[in-house]
């Protein structure tokens, strides 16, 4: 039964796959002109009947271009021609036969080699596929390379069918006027193939395609060059999460067995912060303010300022140590010193007053507007405003509860269950540990716990104006398994359509409120490995050995201490033993041949369109994130695993955020023997540092102007981040070189020609630019 079951399942993938693929042919026929569509339609007639006359005549079909083979080097199937007695006197059925036979080979040859196998072992009744002896230009390709080449226009919708996911994986855009398989070849046909191979002076395999052995060296651009895009975001079958390219159900719902509820959104806060008013402009940027405003908790973190006030770049929240939430008395100690819960209670007709004094920022019917929308939902709130009408108010205290055991999981808490009035001397009873009784006065404050359900929702009441319950140590999932802090914040950070959260609408808010959960995530790591030093067998790490490879002088620091182990992802045991594999690997195979560097580029079409109403990219580090990643991972495979560097033996990868909150990835190469860069020659193949012309390669000289040019800097910009002393740190500008050679630091000069030509940053400056 599972075996039927998986056959039915690989048959529903391959017709959904089949569909996708017929969808992007005729988007494809959309948007080609009337030339090119009339010359594809000639080549198909021409095509078609040249292959129906030498089917109906028994002769074998030889595809590639023209052959320089004789008759009797024709290797036949089983030593044998194809005897014509043998072909039904139907012609019709015969050529319905062969058709099938091809669409059969076509299914069965494997993805990597698909096209490049030498076919043998056919039956002599049908035709047999050869191998053709050509010369491309200056490239030659063995007589073992075979090329299947659209012949017959029957023979179109196979590669639609069967082909379609090879396409997709190597990005290529079939193009319909040369109807060619585009193929790749393997071992050393991959270095005998040359940049444009042309097919009897029509077919030719398309020279900017991705995935194919070395074609990123002595790049041209050409009219075949694509832009490729990620495909399409999915969503998750178990919880209707959107997944990236490459993504898997298993972040965000552990393939269905997390079911949580989502966080309920507030239609008046989404309006307020998606106007497109000078209102919800100021909101959107005075969003962490307004928030501290009406917290019931005061938030301990070290902020840094310099990142955060930061007025170039985007806007980034940075937090250097722990982070904890603090929960202070009822009621002041003056009158003046009134703060957070405390304005709630305490002469609640100046409350308005008391918040606008905090900031000359702030906006009147912001806040009015702010404290009527909590006032109605939020049962924090309701509790509060009932303390404060309390006649025995300086006789209270206020017990915090956590969430009740038996509450229904998708239940808004009611004000009742989120907190009780204690008045005089009533007992509170036996407090859970994560309950807080608030005294009336009192001059410490109490921690609030990160393991309790009501942390969240007392820190960000704009995000949570409905008192939603967040993350506590009772969460479980579908089979009552206990849900880590890990994956209840990885369930509900997702994005999806039929739930979209308030926290993908709080900008800058959301930034703070991501830190601040990844903060109590580490925490609860760290906790754990204090806790459990027996299971992690710390006594294997710690003792005279570790003190002596460290450098320790201090005896009295030698002793027994909280072991962090490497699986621990940052500690320093982590840190050393993957610099030990890399350095490992540097022994082995040799230095590093290449060095490249990927930055994430906001300006992405997957990311603008994943934004909401006025969202910019700096308000979504997640898209940022998990796009350039998806990203990533696809110029990793065209490097490692298809080889258009060159063929890699090694490769090391680390990723980085930058000050200006932008994730960035480095990677270094070891090439294999035959692929490595020996002389100025070979860097030139790979490496150019000049600006392409832009009447013979348009595409690529506008994306050298928009991304690939520094500054601008000097004399044109000295307030630029990379002015010190009134000089570049990069060294720029360049000095002009006629051609690329050795430097004296190991490091190659690039070839810079003089053009005396520069040429406009873009269409709205004046700011000219060259080689240097």
């Not at 998708?410 to 994560?434: D, F, K, M, N, T």
């Not at 994005?495 to 925490?523: H, P």
């Amino acid at each position: 039964m599972s075996s039927q079951n998986t056959s039915a399942a690989n048959t529903d993938g391959i017709e959904r796959r089949r569909e996708q693929w017929r969808y992007y042919a005729r988007l494809r026929r959309q948007r080609e002109d009337n030339e090119s569509r009339n010359i594809r339609l000639a080549r198909r007639r021409a095509n078609y009947s040249r292959q129906r006359q030498q089917t109906l005549g028994g002769d074998h079909i030889l595809v590639g271009g023209p052959t320089n083979l004789n008759e009797e080097d024709v290797v036949h199937s089983n030593s044998t021609s194809t005897n014509p007695s043998l072909i039904p006197p139907n012609h019709e059925d015969g050529r319905s036969r062969r058709l099938t036979h091809i669409r059969n080979l076509a299914r069965n040859m494997p993805v990597e080699h698909r096209a490049m196998q030498e076919v043998s072992g056919l039956p002599p009744t049908y035709p047999t596929i050869m191998a053709n002896d050509f010369e491309a230009g200056s490239s030659h390709i063995n007589s073992n390379v075979t090329t299947v080449t659209e012949r017959i226009e029957g023979v179109e919708n196979i590669v639609e069918q069967n082909q379609g996911d090879a396409y997709r994986e190597q990005g290529v855009e079939r193009t319909e006027a040369v109807e060619n398989i585009n193929c790749q070849n393997h071992g050393d046909d991959y270095r005998e193939q040359g940049v444009d191979n042309t097919f009897d002076g029509t077919a030719h395999v398309i020279n900017c395609m991705r995935g194919r052995y070395n074609c990123a060296k002595d790049y041209k651009e050409g009219i075949q060059t694509i832009r490729y895009q990620l495909p399409q975001p999915k969503t998750c079958c178990f919880c209707n999460a959107r997944l990236f390219h490459r993504e898997t159900s298993s972040m965000c719902c552990k393939d269905g067995k997390i079911s949580l509820p989502n966080i309920p959104i507030c239609p008046e806060f989404r309006e307020l912060i998606c106007e497109q008013t000078p209102r919800g402009r100021h909101f959107r940027q005075y969003i962490r303010f307004y928030n501290n405003m009406f917290a019931f908790t005061s938030m301990g973190v070290h902020v840094d300022e310099t990142m955060a006030l930061n007025s170039r770049g985007i806007y980034t929240f940075r937090a250097q140590g722990a982070i904890y939430h603090r929960i202070g008395s009822l009621l002041p100690h003056t009158p003046l010193s009134v703060r957070h819960l405390q304005l709630y209670i305490y002469d609640t007709g100046l409350e308005i007053q008391r918040r606008m004094s905090q900031s000359v920022e702030a906006h009147e019917d912001i806040v009015q507007l702010i404290q009527r929308i909590l006032d109605m939902h939020n049962p924090f709130v309701e509790k509060f405003r009932q303390l404060s009408r309390s006649p025995n108010l300086h006789q209270c205290k206020l017990l915090i509860k956590e969430q009740p055991l038996n509450q229904p999981q998708y239940c808004l808490p009611s004000a009742s269950q989120v907190a009780a009035i204690i008045v005089g001397g009533e007992e509170a009873g036996h407090l859970s540990g994560r309950e807080i009784l608030v005294q009336t006065f009192g001059g410490n404050l109490i921690n609030v716990q990160d393991t309790a359900g009501y942390y969240d929702p007392l820190q960000y009441p704009i995000l949570f104006p409905f008192g939603t319950y967040g993350w506590d140590i009772n969460t479980r999932d579908t089979n009552r398994n206990k849900v880590s802090c890990r994956e209840y914040y990885a369930f509900i950070f997702q994005i999806r359509d039929d739930a979209l959260s308030m926290i993908w609408y709080g900008g800058r808010l959301s930034q703070q409120y991501v830190v601040d959960n990844y903060v109590k995530i580490e925490t609860h790591k760290l906790r754990w490995f204090e806790h459990n030093q027996d299971s992690i067998r710390a006594d294997l790490y710690q003792g005279l050995q570790d003190a002596f490879h460290e450098g320790e002088s201090d005896t009295g620091n030698v002793g027994h201490r909280t072991i962090l182990p490497s699986s621990f992802v940052g500690s320093p045991r982590d840190m050393i033993q993957r610099f030990q594999d890399a350095m490992s690997l540097v022994q082995k195979f040799g230095k590093p041949d290449l060095f490249i560097t990927m930055t994430c580029n906001p300006g992405w079409e997957e990311i603008q369109n994943e934004l909401l109403p006025a969202q910019t990219a700096q308000d979504r580090p997640d898209l940022l994130a998990r796009v350039f990643k998806s990203k990533f991972e696809e110029l990793k495979d065209d490097i490692v695993v298809k080889g258009v560097l060159g063929r890699v033996i090694v490769y090391v990868q680390v990723f980085e955020f930058q000050k200006r909150g932008l994730p960035h990835a480095h990677m270094l190469i070891i090439l294999d023997e035959d692929d490595k860069l020996h002389n100025p020659e070979d860097y030139d193949r790979v490496v150019k540092a000049e600006i392409p012309c832009k009447e013979e390669q348009p595409q690529l000289h506008k994306a050298v102007l928009k991304h690939m040019i520094h500054g601008p800097c000097g004399v044109q910009n000295p307030r630029s981040p990379c002015m010190k002393n009134g000089r570049c740190k990069k060294g720029y500008p360049k000095p002009f070189s006629p051609e690329t050679y050795q430097g004296n630091d190991s490091y190659p000069v690039y070839k810079r020609y003089d053009t005396n030509n520069p040429v406009p940053l873009n269409d709205h400056c004046r700011i000219m630019v060259d080689n240097t």
